[in-house]
């Protein structure tokens, strides 16, 4: 029934110059939606929705107009009936968790604006009542038919109430320091949970390479001895490079950042190569057999290799980027030739290789329409031959149908599909630990060894092909982890 401002006035407005944002201050919000939610919330608060003793903080509100935190209180008013008027103080936001989250913080600093509006408000009709007491004169026209008339007196307004023409100003700082202070005081943060399996073995693996390198640096120390000064610049040479023996020959500066990325992604492959042509070479990789590339250009198969090898986990991932000779396929999965190095006949009609040859392309349109790139691969040719062709209508293992849908769902960036893969690898990772437990730790029959792989989701025989593999992905700290437990003695004691 009251205005909070006058006719005409602009509202108020103050600047954070910190966030730049804006808090206005205004009889009625200006964007029609949001003054449909603030007045439904003002009705609310002061009808239908109240707490004991019609006097606190109440919470209502939905998904569609908001939730809101209402505090209701009265204001001494000397010609009201009653001696009261009833008024409330609402926050007002779309987020629930985060307005109950800020109920304590909202409830204190609220209470503290009521606590001064009805001290000024006590002060002034105190004043009224010592100067022209309402109660005596209300007894005495209590019968007079005209008792609920009202004179024609409208509503008298907070500002009158209180007797402070600065009122909506103080309001309004309050209330802007108090949305501020409220948007402040919470912040979200990303609560990561145990490591992954691919971060225990990087981390294992960088373990294992600091050994080696503390042992070469032990080696070299006591050979300086021995051997003649080196020229200078030698000593930095020497460090880079890796015996042709070592196990860690895949990690050692394999992966270093190449002059030119050429496969930009997964989904770029699968554009350059063709959607058969991809879904065979992505069956193989994820099937844990050898894949080979023959080029001459060497940063072709690093990128290649780097796409690739991101549909695994880290710990199945064995790589020699680029070799004079054919290595066998229990060194490597992924294997980089030269064009004229002869591989084995038995690994070509192989059903657990794949090898993907890259020629010189006759002409720049050989590689199919649509691809993002470009001159570098306009020039080159690839093909794709194995000794087991996966038929288009196999189903293949069920995390190859995911991928290929997550590649095909042009809605998708590149950096979701990421994502995508790294929950999919996660989901099935974890079915290869409970597998692993099942099998190797429990040492569980075949029988019941069946019926988990059909509870999983993994009983076709690629599915199960896969879990065999990616179990040699996983970490030595959960296997050792798994072992210690059940060789405890107190894993085997009932738990009280």
Known sequence: ?????????????????????????????????????????CVRSLSCEVCPGREGPIFFGDEQHGFVFSHTFFIKDSLARGF????????????????????????????GII???????????EAEQFGCPQRAQRMNTAFTPFLHQRNGNAARSLTSLTNDDSLWACLHTSFAWLLKACGSRLTEKLLEGAPTEDTLVQMEQLADLEEESESWGNSEAE?????????????????????????????????????????KSLRHMRQVLGAPSFRTLAWHVLMGNQVIWKSRDADLVHSAFEVLR????????????YSSQYEEAYRCNFLGLGPHVQIPPHVLASEFAVVVEVHTAARSSLHPAGCEDEQSLSKHEFVVTSGSAVAAD???????????????????????????????????????????KFTKVDSRPKEDTHKLLSILGASEEDNVKLLKFWMTGLSKTYKSHLMSTV???MASEPRS
């Open 487 to 489: 060789r405890s003695p």
């Open 115 to 125: 606590d001064e509006l009805q001290g000024k408000a006590l002060k002034v009709f």
């Open 223 to 263: 050979e300086e001895e021995k051997a003649p000064v080196l020229p200078e610049g030698a000593e930095g040479r020497e460090l880079t490079k890796c015996p042709a023996d070592s196990s860690l020959l895949s990690d050692c500066g394999n992966w270093q950042p190449r002059k030119l990325s050429v496969f």
């Open 310 to 321: 991101t549909m695994l986990p880290v710990g199945c991932v064995r790589v020699i980027p």
């Open 394 to 436: 196999r189903a293949g293992p069920t995390i190859l149908s995911k991928v290929e849908a997550a590649l095909t769902n042009q809605n998708l960036s590149v950096d979701v599909v990421d994502q995508c893969l790294v929950c999919l690898k996660e989901e099935w990772m974890n079915k290869v630990k409970v597998l692993f």
């Open 84 to 111: 009261q008027r009833w008024y409330s103080v609402i926050a007002i936001m779309m987020d629930r968790i985060y307005l109950i989250n800020s109920w304590p913080f909202l409830l204190g600093k609220i209470r």
């Open 1 to 41: 029934g009251c205005r909070s401002l006058a006719a005409g006035h602009p509202g108020y407005i103050s600047h954070d110059k910190e966030t730049s944002i804006k808090y206005v201050s205004h009889q009625h919000p200006n964007h029609p939606q949001l003054f449909s939610i603030v007045r439904q919330a």
